[in-house]
């Protein structure tokens, strides 16, 4: 019987190639058939921004080494999409979704690119997303760049929001364009397409995942994260892309907390017996479909025997806040400093003149942010407004939110139906699960979120409630 790449899994995929069904090559070009049939024809998706054009010859290369009884892990030849924003030093590019970067090639690879080489993935190519990761503009389409055009989530093409910024990482696992990809988040980008693709989506620990060599936007809230359709698929990702790295000084913390291997914390009964705390501080902004869908989810999280702790809500605590808006200009201008003398942009100053030159193409829907960060801060972090906010956001997200809430009520997670932002604020880790679907077919999801380090208590969490509530179905792409 021929093997099926839909919806099929990281764990089938290796017992596939390991039992002489399949190749690396060959499942690298069903993925490739798949992207030709439904992301650049058909249905549209456009969630695949560029194809590596050595993803085959990686491809055979892993597969000579299996054959020779080399296996370097639990990735090897299994095709990986990565985010346009994250550095490879290969024949693709690096933008961001910037027409000003368009022709931009990066000098080395992302350290967690060199993690996943290492384990022996396929790159197999660039991602679409929110151009400047959304922090280019307000108004702007979450999933739309002006170099790759607008994303579409396979829910509901044109009808539902792909989620932002990390939508084709997102959309294309959905759609099964590609075994598990890699996303980044600042605040809500991996959580918010994971919720509305009906897909796994893992916000780490900030600095469990290095940042060097990614676009950024900040240095305090950044981070990099895995997709997969499976809790067990986004934690094989985890462990590959997870280690300290000597040129970020926020992943020395994770020493000793990084694990090569995440799948040994999964338990079908890992509920039993936890104290899990309902953050219900969104639902004002749910839709009663939405609401049904939470109780439904609070409902299998008591059969599979956790304890349920009511009124352990979280708020949104950076709404007005400057942190990202000061911090931006200083961490893109460094990033363009290694870039080297042939990068065509040297600045945020030259991307903004980039855009001026080129407004018809370029500022569909304008750049208010990057002026604004270039005019209005100093890049040196040194603005009164923005040391308080900094220290707030973190005391309200921390101290006086997940902390608070989880010491006072001793919790062992909190249960964040939709997406919240105190996990991308706080820098403390989240997962993503499906939870079910609207009647007009938007997917919904359900978070697990803890304090720093708890990824294997939330993915323990996240893979029994999973199991017990299988709700994920692929998307009708015909």
């Known amino acids: 019987m021929a093997f099926n790449v839909e919806e099929a899994t990281i764990r089938g995929m290796q017992a596939a190639m390991a039992a002489g069904e399949i190749t690396s090559r060959q499942l690298t070009a069903m993925y490739l058939e798949r992207i030709a049939e439904h992301d650049k024809s058909g249905i549209r998706l456009n969630t695949v921004l560029e194809i590596n054009p050595d993803a085959l010859y990686i491809a055979e290369n892993l597969d000579i080494e299996r054959a020779e009884g080399k296996v370097r892990g639990h990735l090897h030849g299994i095709p990986v999409l990565l985010k346009d924003n994250i550095d490879t030093a290969d024949k693709m590019h690096t933008s961001a979704g910037s027409l000003a970067l368009a022709n931009s090639f990066a000098q080395r690879d992302a350290f967690l690119v060199r993690r996943l080489r290492e384990e022996g993935a396929v790159i197999l190519g660039k ?12 108004g702007m389409p979450s999933g739309y760049s002006s170099r790759g055009g607008q994303v579409l989530n396979p829910y509901g093409p044109g009808k539902h929001t792909p989620g932002g910024s990390s939508s084709g990482s997102a959309s294309s696992v959905a759609a099964n364009l590609c075994a598990v990809a890699v996303g980044t988040e600042t605040s809500g980008s991996i959580l918010h397409p994971a919720c509305y693709n009906s897909i796994v989506g893992i916000k780490p620990t900030l600095g469990l995942i290095s940042r060097t060599g990614i676009i950024p936007i900040t240095y305090t809230q950044d981070t990099a994260g895995p997709f997969g359709r499976t809790v067990e698929d986004a934690a094989i990702l985890l462990g590959a892309l997870a280690g300290e790295d000597a040129e970020d000084a926020a992943t020395r913390p994770s020493r000793g907390q990084a694990h090569p291997d995440y799948t040994k914390f999964l338990d079908r009964k890992g509920l039993k017996g936890a104290r899990i705390g309902i953050n219900r501080g969104y639902q004002g902004d749910f839709t009663k479909e939405e609401k049904e869908l939470v109780d439904r989810a609070v409902e299998v999280l008591r059969q599979c025997g956790a304890e349920i702790v009511e009124d352990t809500n979280l708020h949104h605590v950076a709404d007005h806040s400057s942190v990202l808006l000061n911090e931006f200009k200083s961490a893109l201008n460094r990033y363009f400093a290694f870039l080297g003398p042939h990068a065509p ?4 100053r030259d991307v903004i003149d980039f855009n001026n030159r080129n407004q018809e193409k370029a500022l569909k829907f304008g750049q208010t942010w990057m002026l604004r960060a270039e005019y209005e801060t100093s890049g040196t972090m040194t603005e009164p407004e923005y040391i308080r906010d900094r220290l707030k956001d973190w005391r309200m997200s921390r101290e006086e939110g997940i902390d608070k809430l989880m010491e006072k009520h001793k919790l062992d997670a909190l249960f964040c139906p939709g997406v919240t932002d105190s996990p991308a604020v706080s820098g403390y880790p989240a997962v993503m699960v499906p939870a079910g679907y609207r009647e007009d077919g938007l997917p919904f ?14 993915l323990r969490f996240a893979y029994a409630f999973e199991q017990a509530y299988p709700v994920r179905v692929p998307p009708n792409l015909s």
């Open 127 to 138: 991602a679409n997303m929110t151009e400047w990761a959304n922090f280019m503009t307000t």
């Open 345 to 348: 942009v040297k600045s945020l």
């Open 445 to 458: 999801g359900v978070s697990f979120a803890g304090k720093p380090y708890s990824e294997p208590a939330l």
